[in-house]
């Protein structure tokens, strides 16, 4: 259990890490100048660390030591990459108390929710770990008579990974494991927002891994990314960011055509039946859309609920918002709603819920930027949404969330697919025939029924549209971070037929 004096302990531990980029194996410092960003506790506005801004120099370096060490990593058999792979995951376990408390600090989460989620990103190595000696390709056989026909899976080779700020070491983790595993190295980009425990995770596990499999690189996305994208010896690109982000990336990695992997933005709705149960749709809203302060791609972020049921829902929601303890996580165990991630991230929300509001919406809950110190914003419930509109239709990334009706159930689906985004949904219904009907129309890459926000490291999490393409997590990450060659060997005349 994380406690104020876990907190204060990590703070002092961060004040003795060397927070700069880890690359071949060593924390070295920039080559590009003496620019620096002040990391800061989003709770209440100090500065925890200052970390280099680094650049095309760093990068290099990186991209150059992961190409020396990539063909003797992809020679390691799968057992001995799941050995190391393991190791990490041991490390992680040993740690959860120490990392997640940095990841609190860093990123302003609540104490019971990090501590649910270091323990994820563990899993995902562990199952990587497994998936990859168990990697499957059709049957060696003659497909053409006369000719054995087999598929050799080898890694893409040096893959850039750019992780964000709502969750450093999952995010970072969810990358790590799949490319690793699949015997590619790596260059990855932490925000330069939520750094630390990217940092910290890099120097626990310096000698675990071999030099140049995993580095480093801390700076602006613009920047650093940016230099990933275009380094012609980077093979592939992963990225996990905003919809806006991933246009970027990809635009620069079309000149060398390299392989992309973009998990984007999401618009989730939460589609509520006349015959839902309310109580449990209403405490899933709670938990899936206010989660980290809302700033999650896949948050129960806009309800879209039948007439009939429209006002108890909104009554029920509404109460259940306002009840949420927000403060500072170094206050305890108590607090459910921390701070947004940053003064600017939080003044964008407050902007569009403001015109929102202007456009007629009405904020039954939350909606005003309180007076404290701490970039706070309050779980915020807006009804008298207009379809089509900026808030029923643009991201939020915030703790809003907004509701609509609908009548019938074609509606309800029109409603839910008119967004650009194509990442996750929920429908709510007693009716399985129902449930399985919206479902199949629903144009989104998780849907869950009775359920929203619900992981494992087993299923692929995807999404459609603007929401990006490839997957993370599930053995489907693996076919993603891998190429297939087609070898065809001739298996000769024999002699009798020669003559």
């Known amino acids: ?137 059709p049957a060696t056989a003659e497909y053409v008579s006369g000719h054995l026909s087999t598929i050799r899976r080898e890694p893409v080779g040096v893959v850039g990974a750019v992780v964000p700020w709502n969750y450093p070491l999952m995010m970072a983790a969810w990358k790590i494991a799949p490319i690793l595993a699949a015997g ?69 990695a079309s000149g060398t055509v390299k392989r992309l992997h973009l998990e984007l933005g999401g618009k989730a709705p939460v589609v509520v039946f006349d015959d839902a149960d309310l109580e449990a749709a ?46 500072d996580p170094a206050d305890g165990s108590s607090i459910e709603l921390g701070p947004m991630v940053s003064g600017a991230q939080r003044a964008r929300v407050a902007a569009m819920v403001e015109r929102a509001i202007v456009a007629g919406a009405v904020a039954v809950a939350g909606g005003a930027v309180p007076e404290c110190r701490g970039f706070f914003y309050p779980a915020t419930v807006l009804t008298g949404i207009e379809a089509g509109s900026e808030m029923a239709r643009e991201e939020v990334f915030g703790p809003v969330v907004t509701v609509e009706t609908f009548e019938t159930e074609s509606e309800a689906i029109a409603k839910a697919n008119d967004v650009v985004y194509g990442l996750a949904g929920s429908v709510w219904t007693r009716d399985h025939g129902r449930a399985l009907r919206v479902v ?38 693996l076919d993603d971070y891998t190429r297939t060659k087609h070898i065809t060997m001739s298996m000769g005349m024999p002699a009798d037929q020669a003559r």
Not at 293 to 301: L, M, N, V, W, Y
Not at 313 to 327: K, N, Q
């Open 1 to 137: 259990m994380l406690t104020s004096d876990t907190l204060t302990a990590a703070r002092d531990r961060i004040k003795t890490m060397r927070v700069t980029h880890f690359i071949d194996g060593a924390f070295v410092e920039s080559e590009s100048g003496c620019d620096t960003t002040d990391i800061v506790n989003p709770a209440d506005e100090s500065v925890l660390a200052t970390a280099p801004r680094g650049g095309r120099e760093e990068v290099g370096r990186a991209v150059d030591a992961a190409r020396r060490a990539r063909r003797r990593w992809a020679k390691t058999t799968p057992g001995e990459r799941a050995a190391v792979l393991l190791h990490i995951a041991d490390v992680i376990d040993a740690n959860v108390e120490l990392l997640a408390a940095v990841e609190s600090l860093n990123v302003g989460k609540p104490l019971a929710a990090v501590m649910e989620e270091i323990p994820v990103a563990s899993d995902c190595l562990r199952f990587m770990a497994g998936a990859v000696r168990t990697a499957q390709a």
């Open 184 to 252: 590619n190295t790596l260059v990855l980009k932490p925000s330069e927002l939520t750094p630390l425990s990217m940092v910290l995770l890099a120097e626990l596990v310096s000698d675990v891994l071999p030099e140049g499999v995993l580095n480093v690189v801390l700076g602006p996305g613009r920047v650093v990314g940016d230099a990933l994208g275009r380094h012609p010896g980077i093979d592939m690109i992963a990225l996990t960011g905003s919809t806006r982000a991933g246009q970027e990336v990809a635009a620069g």
């Open 282 to 327: 209403v405490e899933a809203v709670v938990a899936a859309g206010f989660v980290n302060a809302g700033q999650e791609c896949g948050a129960a972020t806009r309800v879209l609920v039948h007439r009939d049921v429209h006002d108890e829902l909104v009554e029920r929601l509404s109460r259940a918002a306002a009840a949420l303890i927000m403060g």
């Open 440 to 477: 199949d129309q629903l144009d989104f890459g998780s849907v869950w029924t009775n359920a929203h926000l619900i992981f494992s490291s087993e299923m692929p999490w995807v999404g459609f549209s603007q929401s990006g393409y490839g997957r993370d997590n599930s053995t489907y990450a």
